[in-house]
């Protein structure tokens, strides 16, 4: 007949002497205890850790313990995911035996990978920002494509906002003493700015171009 509790007894010593400085107990019934798992120091010094907590269950090793992630550092949330899929595929391949050691050794080497990891993500991080800046930057050189629709839409702002500055130029000339318009030629006016300018976009409706270049070319011939 199996004696757990002594087989319990037995792998706690041997964990107590193999992990001095990350073992703790922290009950005795149930049986229950935490190994802070570190991994070895990265390109740049970087690490990763994780405490697993861990508790017998009175028939361990024919039945599997208890375990969770209590804290981890420098730990994503896909990392804790793998973390805890690898125990479950540990715990299964090792049942029947006091498995531990074997559990957290794997977890040790999966921290390992993880900071072998960090480089590259951190090179993967810094090409997709630049590849973003250059979409940005393309995206100002090359500017909105003009529709007839869109331009019509822009020129009817446009225009209105030049009408108002010729308004507010047409009244300070005015105080100035300068000769008024009629009535009839400031609608006329008005008029030209709907009518004008539209011309180009007739033979086709997908004309790339910057609106601010655009804007710029046109308040030039306006004003």
Request: no cysteine; proline share 2%.
């Amino acid at each position: 007949m199996t004696d757990y509790s002594e087989e319990q007894r037995n792998e706690l010593e041997a964990l107590e002497s193999i992990y001095p400085d990350s073992f703790t107990v922290l009950s005795e019934n149930p049986t229950t205890f935490t190994i802070t798992v570190t991994s070895e120091a990265g390109e740049n010094g970087e690490t990763v850790q994780t405490t697993l907590k861990f508790t017998y269950r009175e028939k361990y090793p024919d039945e599997t313990p208890l375990y969770e992630i209590v804290s981890q550092e420098n730990l994503d949330d896909n990392d804790v995911t793998d973390i805890i899929k690898l125990l479950e595929q540990q715990v299964e391949e090792n049942l029947g035996m006091v498995m531990i050691f074997t559990l957290v050794s794997a977890v040790q080497e999966k921290l390992n990978e993880i900071v072998d990891q960090i480089k590259t993500r951190r090179e993967e991080e810094k090409k997709q920002k630049e590849r973003e800046a250059e979409e940005e930057e393309k995206q100002r050189f090359h500017g909105t494509p003009v529709t007839i629709e869109n331009f019509l839409n822009w020129k009817a702002k446009f225009d209105a906002e030049l009408l108002e500055i010729k308004r507010k130029k047409m009244k300070e000339e005015e105080q100035a003493g300068k000769n008024k318009l009629s009535g009839k030629q400031l609608f006329e006016m008005d008029h030209n700015l709907d009518t004008s300018d539209i011309q180009f976009l007739e033979e086709g409706n997908h004309i790339s171009v910057s609106f601010s270049v655009l804007h710029l070319s046109y308040l030039s011939l306006k004003v």
